[in-house]
């Protein structure tokens, strides 16, 4: 019995010893290396593109739009945002050209000598003005995507109307390893490209596009984390260095610096979020009118999912007779906005838990007391009509609870002051999230899994990547389990589209879950098929006869839909996700009152997985995942300048937590089985995200008094809040 | 300029520009790409060595400066025998991506060698250069805590 067990991560020692190579380690003989030249301004014309005189240019190409043989798009969603800019540059630090040399200092030195002539236009950057404005962005009107949702009855009983706004600022993803692609020509004309990434179907289908033929082949090198930052953002690198690689006949690599990364990639979309709702004096929630601004930047990329998962979840875990909910994502002259994990999930329940904070305080109720009286429970329905089947919303307060009885152990070493003046406090909040896909969306995407038999032991094909959530022990584990073997037999192939289907993408906490069951059918197939060739037995019987025979076996199994899910994209009615994990956090802090810096004592989670298939690797990724909210929480502030750009674009000014920042974690898992994924499992990997920003909000206010509703809680925001008292 | 030291027990000599950074000289001369560049300005820590035991980001080190010096790198540390803080990482659950872990081993194996028995906040402060975004820390703090515990080492 492998499943439940925690065995040592299959590509632990490789990265424990050095021996893993990530992108920027492949060094191929004659590899060039490319730089991207950028547009300084918001909104412009582009005049000319010129190499600059008095610059050695012999080793050097450069690259334009005008080179690119297929499409100029990056292809997603839509085909709004194109490869290298075409005419007119749409945000600051859009692509424009690019350029190789035989060294990276040579190809940075060559990209500040082209020159851009400018026609500068105006631009927009106010999201709450973009609706509508004449100056237009996107489509008629700016907007990417607008959603209702509709649901209920209104109530004419007494009632309490309480109104509140929040809002959160943008985020970095903050993966250690910048964003790193290497392009190399095939024997072929076609062109393989390997690089940091979460979902290698993605590039192949816009490298495709973009060079107008299918000889194209996409693998992933070991990568140094994602969190949504390496979903859609590489195939921009892929089709520069593909651009590149065409235009040198030789192997480029790309590799961002740190800055350049933090500038130009995407960050989590920033939100304004109105909420007015109905009380009664008990604290009995009626009604909720929600209204939801998303500021996507200047290319759509993901943000129409990423509206749809902040409406669907804008509710919390909470049951509401009546909802009205009206989100609008909009298009600002600013670097597009995209996938990071939560995917708007985290911003809706900072909202709506800063709410239920603000109805406690309004009604002068305790805000644990008036969450219990709303939470969710056995057949209550969601705003899309959704009945929910053992919500694990209590079990995951009780465990909370339980585990954050034991006494805290405050920190004594802390960065800054010695012998400040502290008060400490605690604050609880909970969330809800969808798993996998919204909707019938994988219905859509129909993710693929095969397996082979190699000799006796079973090889794993699939494009599900491991960005260090642990795809590459959790996927053997599952199969080996399935077939009743031994985990050392089984093992993923590299994930490389020339050789594995298409099992979707590694987003949404699918990939355990959905691609992860779709490995589970596929073993039960494979000693279906087994059993069919060489009568019966077990595994090992049926593979030694299936060796002796000699010949390729190898079955594929697709993921099957529930078809008991039926969802309406239209009216956002229906069964909104297959299942929802659950989370409540209790965090410990204290406050400085001279400087309003906040120092994390200690975090209790307890988060529904359904199966902790591996509790280390599940606890590892909320753990990951919570100190990933504690800096969006406090710590992470992106500041643009005027035309947009990310001003502190350096390790000292975006600051994340270290180690000495971190609290003592206390990572309790809820098993609340889901009978459509492997074992019971849950997807895991963003719930983590939502629920403990506004636990801190809490527990400062506890604290110290200070009210925030606003993201982040830098120590500047709690020192005013704390004088506005 | 030639500049001779010992890497990882053995004595190397590079022909290099002396204001190099060790980091580029590992990485590209001597192709030792285990030590990683998160950022090429010391805030990260995913670059760090031990130049004669001590830690050090190897991405703000002139490579002239260890002329004569003992450079050790994620290469040498597990080498011959996998250091204890490698095993208990593993079975701890300390790397998730692994970006920052060759970083992290280096540091921690300078403190065990210091401190063999630290506290958890001992470890979080001399982890404090060593930024990591998979684990939120405390299973790498629980792994270096632990791992000389119990006679592992
Ligand atoms: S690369 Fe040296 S500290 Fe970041
Ligand atoms: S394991 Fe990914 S940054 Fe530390």
């Known amino acids: 019995m492998v499943i439940g067990t925690s065995p040592p991560r299959r590509d632990g020692m490789d990265k424990l010893t050095g021996r893993s190579l990530y992108a920027d380690d492949l060094r191929p003989s004659g590899v060039w290396y490319g730089a991207t030249v950028r547009s300084s301004r918001a909104h412009a014309r582009i005049l000319g593109v010129r190499r600059a005189e008095g610059f050695d240019w012999s080793n050097v190409v450069l690259v334009t739009a005008d080179d690119i043989p297929g499409l100029n798009v990056v292809s997603l969603m839509t085909d709004d945002q194109p490869v290298l800019a075409d005419g007119i540059v749409r945000h600051v630090t859009e692509p424009i050209a690019l350029v190789a040399a035989p060294t990276r200092e040579h190809a940075l030195a060559a990209a500040q000598h082209v020159v851009v002539e400018y026609e500068d236009l105006p631009a927009l950057f106010d999201p709450l003005a973009a609706e509508g404005h004449e100056l237009r962005i996107f489509g008629e009107d700016n907007v990417f995507k607008r959603i209702r949702i509709e649901h209920g009855v209104r109530t004419d009983a007494t009632a309490h109307l309480i109104r509140g706004r929040y809002t959160t600022g943008l985020q970095e993803q903050l993966y250690i390893e910048p964003q790193s692609m290497l392009a190399e020509l095939r024997a072929d004309g076609g062109i393989t490209l390997t690089g940091s990434m979460q979902c290698p179907y993605y590039i192949d289908r816009a490298v495709k596009r973009m060079l107008g033929h299918d000889r194209v082949n996409v693998a992933q090198a070991v990568t140094g984390g994602g969190f949504g930052g390496k979903e859609e953002y590489p195939s921009i690198l892929a089709c520069h260095a593909t651009l590149l690689a065409i235009a040198a006949r030789r192997p480029v690599k790309i590799t961002y610096r740190r800055d350049e990364d933090l500038r130009a990639t995407t960050k989590r979309h920033p939100a304004v979020i109105d909420l007015v709702t109905m009380v009664t004096a008990r604290g009995q929630l009626l009604e909720l009118h929600g209204r939801v601004w998303m500021d996507g930047g200047a290319y759509h990329t993901l943000s129409t999912v990423v509206l749809s998962r902040a409406m669907l979840h804008l509710q919390g875990p909470y049951r509401w007779p009546y909802a009205s909910l009206h989100g609008t994502v909009v298009a600002t002259h600013t670097p597009p906005n995209g996938a990071f994990r939560g995917f708007g999930a985290p911003q809706a329940q900072w909202a709506m838990e800063r709410h239920m904070d603000r109805i406690a305080r309004h009604m002068r109720l305790d805000p644990l007391v008036l969450r219990r009286e709303n939470l969710f429970v056995h057949g209550d329905v969601s705003v899309t009509g959704q009945t929910l089947q053992n919500p694990g919303a209590f079990a995951v307060l009780e465990a909370a609870e339980r585990a954050a009885a034991a006494p805290v152990n405050p920190k004594r070493v802390r960065p800054g002051v010695v012998g400040a003046e502290m008060r400490s406090g605690r604050g609880l909040a909970l969330a809800w999230h969808g798993c996998g896909f919204t909707g019938n969306g994988e219905a859509k995407i129909r993710g693929k899994v095969a397996l082979e038999l190699r000799g006796r032991d079973v090889a794993v094909l699939s494009s599900s990547t491991d960005i260090g959530q642990g795809t590459e022990t959790i996927f053997p584990m599952i199969v080996a389990q399935t077939l009743g073997i031994d985990m050392e037999r089984v093992f993923n192939t590299a994930h490389d589209t020339g050789l594995v289907p298409d099992s979707g993408p590694t987003v949404a906490s699918r990939t355990a879950m959905v691609v992860g069951g779709t490995c589970e059918k596929a073993a039960q197939r494979l000693l279906r098929h087994l059993r069919e060739l060489h009568g019966e037995g077990d595994f090992d019987a049926l593979a030694a006869r299936a060796e002796a025979a000699g010949g390729l076996v190898r079955v594929e199994e697709t993921y099957e839909v529930n078809t008991n899910v039926e969802w309406n994209p239209d009216t956002y009615q229906g069964d909104a996700y297959p299942c929802y994990g659950w989370s409540c956090v209790i965090v410990d802090l204290r406050v400085d009152l001279d400087t309003g810096e906040v120092l994390y004592d200690r975090v209790v989670t307890a988060t529904d997985v359904g199966k902790a298939l591996s509790p280390v690797l599940a606890a590892g990724q909320i753990e990951g995942g919570t100190l990933q909210a504690l800096g969006w929480a406090t710590q992470e502030e992106v500041v643009l300048d005027k035309q947009g750009c990310m001003r502190n674009d350096r390790l000292t000014n975006y600051i994340i937590p270290t180690a000495l920042d971190g609290p003592e974690m206390i990572t309790e898992l809820v098993e609340i089985p889901y009978e459509g994924g492997p074992f019971g499992a849950k997807g895991i990997g963003e719930i983590p995200m939502d629920a403990p920003a506004a636990a801190v909000a809490q527990a400062i206010e506890a604290a110290c008094g200070a009210v925030l509703d606003s993201l982040p809680m830098t120590p500047e925001r709690v020192f005013a809040a704390m004088e506005a008292r | ?153």
Not at chain 2, 36 to 42: M, P, T
Not at chain 2, 78 to 89: D, N
Not at chain 2, 92 to 113: D, K, Y
């Open chain 2, 1 to 153: 300029m030639i500049v001779r030291f010992n890497c990882n027990g053995s004595d190397v000599q590079v022909d290099t520009p002396p204001m190099a950074r060790l980091l580029d000289v590992l990485r590209e001369d001597l192709r030792l790409v285990g030590s990683k560049e998160g950022c090429g300005e010391g805030e990260c820590g995913a670059c760090t060595v031990r130049i004669d035991g001590a830690p050090v980001m190897s991405c703000l080190v002139p490579v002239a400066q260890v002329d004569g010096c003992r450079v050790q790198t994620i290469e040498g540390l597990g080498s011959p025998a996998t250091h204890a803080v490698q095993t208990a990482m593993l079975m701890f659950g300390g790397a998730q991506c692994g970006i920052c872990t060759p970083g992290i081993c280096m540091s921690a194996a300078a403190l065990l060698e210091e401190n063999p028995h630290p506290t958890a906040e001992a470890v979080r402060v001399a982890l404090a250069g060593n930024l990591c975004r998979c684990t939120g820390y405390q299973k790498v703090v629980d792994a270096v805590c632990g791992a000389l515990a119990g006679g592992a080492s």
